[in-house]
């Protein structure tokens, strides 16, 4: 019997997934693209990611205990069903290397600037190693427990920055062009929702998975939303030189000075989400890999992934640089099929028996 986790839990890791990349540099790289007109961006970014949500809520109702590799070799073939997870495994290690450097540059630069890079891999593989070993479940349990805070946290970081409010953000100050090629080069900051699809015969199956998850999700949204509209207000055209947003709203403050170092509140924010989020991608990571290769156990998995991190990292292939030019050049067009036509095809495409044929 596959261990499931709870609605709740479901709806809580959907709240999780969804800060994912984009309450630190994100904000920053819209504005260079759209200036304020980003948040119109991050608006449709965040509605073409429901999108994603609805999807798998579709796919959980037609196929409430089926793994998504048994429904893609359902639909596809064995053949097929293997290339679509070595997709999905490249695009989750990606975002793993995605956001780890954009994690230690931030904790770079907002705890300590002579932090050695080599102590940041080791800790992270140790907790990585640690949780994913131990399952799904006690990963879920975990963001339970902390999720409360993570919320709470989040919340004041945004009422405190009320009180740096200036003005309106200028908005409607870009072309039209702008918005759309700075929704296509930035899809690689979303898709955080297909790792729902991973694990979607481990989601237990309830009346309240849907109500539930939208809630979460709409929660999520909203703080996000807000966290952009005080980042764009606060610092207007100079918003493009502020690289941590959910930081930067709070410590550029002369009200709060005699108060000290507010941002101490982002950081424990962006190490619980960081934690929880690499937990998740290395997790979905594995069992993508698991199933390519179905005689390799979770422990060889697991190694197999700690080889191929320390060489790309150590080998400097992908730094924080490269990642963010990875993502704006190439992975937009893996989201596209990814994202969308994976799983509609999943929804509206007939059997196509146990051959490896596409239909």
Do not use: W
Request: charged share 15%; aromatic share 22%; net charge positive.
């Amino acid at each position: 019997m596959i261990k499931t986790i709870s609605v709740r839990q479901t709806a809580i890791i959907i709240s999780i997934l969804l800060f994912a990349n984009k309450i630190l540099v994100l904000p920053s790289l819209l504005y260079e693209v759209s200036k304020a007109d980003g948040f119109f961006i991050i608006l449709f970014l965040l509605s073409l990611e429901f999108l994603i949500l609805l999807m798998f809520l579709r796919l959980k109702s037609l196929y409430p205990s089926t793994s998504f590799y048994d429904i893609l070799k359902l639909k596809f073939g064995t053949f097929l069903a293997k290339f679509f997870y070595i997709l999905l495994a490249i695009y989750f290690f990606y975002k793993i290397m995605l956001l780890f450097n954009i994690c230690y540059m931030y904790f770079h630069v907002q705890v300590y600037i002579d932090a050695s890079y080599y102590i940041f891999i080791f800790a992270f593989l140790v907790i990585i190693n640690s949780s994913v070993l131990r399952g799904i479940r006690p990963i879920a349990r975990s963001i339970e427990f902390f999720y409360g805070f993570i919320l709470f946290c989040l919340i004041f970081c945004i009422a405190l920055s009320i009180a740096n409010f200036d003005k309106f953000p200028i908005f409607f100050d870009s072309k039209l062009v702008n918005f759309f090629d700075g929704s296509f080069r930035h899809l690689f900051c979303f898709g955080d929702m297909l790792i729902l699809l991973v694990l979607i015969d481990k989601v237990d199956s309830n009346n309240l998975l849907k109500s539930k998850s939208i809630l979460y999700f709409f929660t999520s949204a909203v703080i996000i939303l807000s966290v952009y509209f005080m980042f764009y207000s606060i610092f207007d055209y100079t918003a493009f030189l502020h690289k941590n947003a959910i930081s930067d709203i709070i410590t550029f403050s002369y009200r709060f000075i005699d108060l000290g170092r507010l941002d101490i509140i982002a950081v424990i924010i962006i190490m619980f989400l960081a934690f929880f989020q690499l937990c998740l991608y290395a997790y979905a990571f594995i069992e993508c890999f698991i199933k390519i290769f179905s005689k390799l156990s979770v422990v060889y998995s697991m190694v197999v992934f700690d080889l191929l991190f320390i060489f790309i990292v150590f080998t400097s292939l992908i730094d924080y640089l490269v990642a963010i030019k990875i993502g704006v050049s190439i992975i937009p067009y893996l989201s596209i099929f990814l994202y969308f036509l994976l799983p509609l095809f999943c929804i509206f495409v007939k059997r196509g028996g146990n051959d490896d044929r596409f239909f």
